[in-house]
């Protein structure tokens, strides 16, 4: 099983160390023949940053076919700082404020409030996590990674 995510897209800007990617994310049966009569069938424009060294940064242009890739441990990382500890937290929260006889509504109340300082914590974390949770690029075609 490969351990990386990898993505085609077009370089949309580059800004100092920061190159903009357009990626096409697509659910499974996207890539399917009768996808364009499917209802069901889905895909999504992306913009992906990518750091990139100084060094390294004026390779990259506008327009220019690339492949953004990532780890899967990061991606995983990501889905539960998103998705995952979230829900934690609103269950426990939801749990907690029942057990103390607080309403129903009180209660989804709490759980719904209890994720404005949680993201906003992730808000204010987002050099630290975005410095664990990055992307490569690299050329279209070339198998070489060509930058961090």
């Known amino acids: 099983m490969e351990n990386q995510i990898r993505h085609e897209g077009i370089v949309e800007s580059v ?5 903009k990617v357009r990626i096409l994310q697509a659910s499974a049966c996207a890539g399917c023949k009768v996808a364009s009569r499917c209802q069901t069938a889905e895909a999504k424009e992306k913009l992906v940053d990518v750091a990139v060294d100084e060094a390294t940064a004026a390779q990259w242009h506008t327009g220019q076919p690339v492949v953004v890739t990532t780890q899967r441990a990061m991606a995983r990382d990501a889905l539960l700082i998103g998705f995952g500890q ?4 609103m269950m426990a929260v939801l749990g907690i404020a ?3 006889r607080c309403s129903e509504g009180l209660a989804a109340l709490l ?3 209890s994720l404005v300082p949680y993201y906003l914590a992730v808000w204010l974390l987002r050099d630290k996590i975005s410095r664990k949770i990055s992307f490569r ?3 279209a ?3 070489e990674e060509q930058t961090i």
Do not use: Q
């Open 111 to 113: 759980m719904l409030a």
């Open 15 to 19: 800004s100092g160390r920061v190159v």
């Open 98 to 100: 029942l057990a103390a």
């Open 141 to 143: 075609g070339d198998e």
């Open 86 to 89: 979230p829900l934690m937290l």
């Open 137 to 139: 690029i690299e050329e």
